[in-house]
């Protein structure tokens, strides 16, 4: 998000996992992002920002599987594998090993005091738990198919 606030712009891949943390792991309307992404990006288009967050919701007219959850820790370490992209956008995660810097959360608190990182005071504990607030979701859509 630090990166769309300061150039107007993310990957559509990193589009796709802010998209999918805000709708499914946050439970946020996927009209609030749309709206936000609308309101921030340089290339914003109508059609496909509304379908975009549509798709990452599940409820667009190209049927998206609904239980399709991005893991941002996995996507990280799989997109991201040297650290680049968050060294970059979440400077005060920099001196971790990129073994943990995209799981800060879960690094020995000896390593995240080699880096300078409290969790809490320099850097926010997470929001939600990944695998509880995933169950979360899909317990949601089932109930809405039911």
Request: glycine residues 6%.
């Amino acid at each position: 998000m630090r990166e769309l606030w300061s150039t107007g712009w993310m990957h559509n891949r990193v589009r796709m996992v802010v998209a999918s943390f805000l709708v499914k792991n946050l439970l946020l309307p996927w009209q609030a992002g749309a709206r936000w992404f609308w309101d921030t990006l340089v290339d914003a288009d109508l059609p496909n920002n509304s379908l975009g967050w549509q798709w990452t919701a599940g409820c667009g007219a190209d049927a998206a599987p609904f239980f399709r959850i991005f893991n941002p820790v996995s996507q990280g370490a799989k997109f991201d594998p040297e650290s680049n992209y968050v060294r970059r956008w979440v400077p005060e995660l920099a001196r971790l090993p990129a073994a943990w810097i995209h799981r800060p959360s879960e690094a020995p608190l000896a390593v995240l005091a080699a880096a300078g990182v409290e969790l809490g005071r320099s850097y926010p504990r997470p929001l939600v738990g990944l695998r509880v607030s995933r169950e979360v979701a899909l317990e949601a859509y089932q109930r809405m198919r039911r």
